[in-house]
């Protein structure tokens, strides 16, 4: 069992930051993909970034690429999200993710290939 705990959200004007983070604990190890999602309020929950744990590969939605960076400190078994030029649209409830998988790869995309999922952190993105 992985549990992650994910942190940072608040309220920003829009063209400011926020860094998310999401910690691990468990059975964490250097074989995992992790990743962030988001819901918007009657939306579907969306796929936002991935990394590889284990060589630090990045996957981004067309809709962040250029905005967000994705990153992992493996000593503190932490995930990051800088989330940068914020938009109102970006307003979302932010889930961290996390599967048992060696390299990232196109179904991690899709929230069904993620086994553990973090409680979630409300982003509120002012015009």
């Known amino acids: 069992q992985v549990q992650l705990v994910d942190t940072g959200g608040g309220l920003v004007q829009a063209g400011g930051s926020l860094r998310l983070s999401c910690a691990a604990s468990g059975r964490t190890s250097s074989r995992y993909v992790m990743a962030w999602f988001r819901q918007a309020p009657g939306k579907e929950r969306e796929f936002a970034a991935a990394i590889s744990w284990s060589d630090g590969s990045t996957y981004y939605s067309d809709s962040v690429k250029g905005r967000f960076t994705i990153s992992r400190d493996t000593a503190k078994n932490t995930m990051y999200l800088q989330m940068n030029s914020l938009k109102p649209e970006d307003t979302a409830v932010y889930y961290c993710?996390?599967?048992?998988?060696?390299?990232?790869?196109?179904?991690?995309?899709?929230?069904?290939?993620?086994?553990?999922w973090g409680q979630g952190t409300q982003v509120t993105v002012a015009s």
């Open positions: 993710a996390a599967e048992p998988s060696s390299y990232l790869s196109g179904r991690h995309f899709s929230r069904n290939a993620y086994n553990y």
